[in-house]
């Protein structure tokens, strides 16, 4: 099994995101609460992207891959080539500074962190791929 | 996409938030609770029954009202939250931080409790 989507970046696509995996997870019947907790994940890392390698610019592009390798593992793969934003390299802040400092960032991290059991980075022929993987 | 609609009932305003919350439309809720809050509201209810989803965009303006509720002495009560939106409050611990019951009525009741 492999799926396949691109995306503009523009924040008002991240609606297509998200029905993209969600449909995809539904054919493959995944449990809905899982379902809306990985669509949280690859929403939060899109958005993460357009905004801070691509700055929301349209005529940039994601593209987002799929894979089902057995069993329960589900891997996605989110391959760009603006500069690397690696979340493994941002340590989430506290929620007291959170609120503190009124800041509105810093949660996708902490969420995406919490939600998906592996975050890799590597590139390969110029582009940058991003590799979520989740056992379901 | 998001529709935001405010009703206030006995001094209490009403946020119903409809759809979808994420980076593209968090703004939306934003400016509905500024507004709120600038027209002199402190019991600020959001009805979230008819809310689908929610990413940290939305979560992060909940968070970033909360020291100056505390300091203005606002109370904000969400209500009516669907599983799988409760379940990203939850990942995130911010159940703990926000106030939220299941209904209006005691939605109400909690915001009136606390204003006392």
Known sequence: MNYRYNIACSLSNLKGIRDFVRNTLNENHVPELQI??????????????????HHCNPNHFLELHINHPGKGTYVFEIIDDGSVFDINQFTEPGMDSL???????????????????????????????????KEV | MVHIKRLQESGTDIIAVIGEI?????????????????????????????????SSAGLGVFMSYIEEFRDKKIQMVLFGLKEKVVNTFEILGLAELLNI????NEALKLANELSV
């Open chain 1, 36 to 53: 809306s907790a990985i669509v949280l994940a690859l929403d939060e890392m899109c958005s993460n992207l357009m905004i801070h390698a």
């Open chain 1, 99 to 133: 609120v503190h400092e009124k800041r509105k960032g810093g949660l996708g991290i902490r969420l995406v962190k919490s939600i998906m059991d592996k975050i890799e980075y590597t590139s390969e022929g110029g582009k940058n791929i991003c590799r979520l993987t």
């Open chain 2, 22 to 54: 994420d980076a593209s439309s968090s703004i939306e809720l934003d400016l509905a609770i500024a507004k709120s809050v600038g027209e002199g509201f402190k019991r600020i209810l959001v009805d979230c029954h008819a809310l689908e989803y929610i």
């Open chain 2, 101 to 104: 019951r299941e209904n209006k």
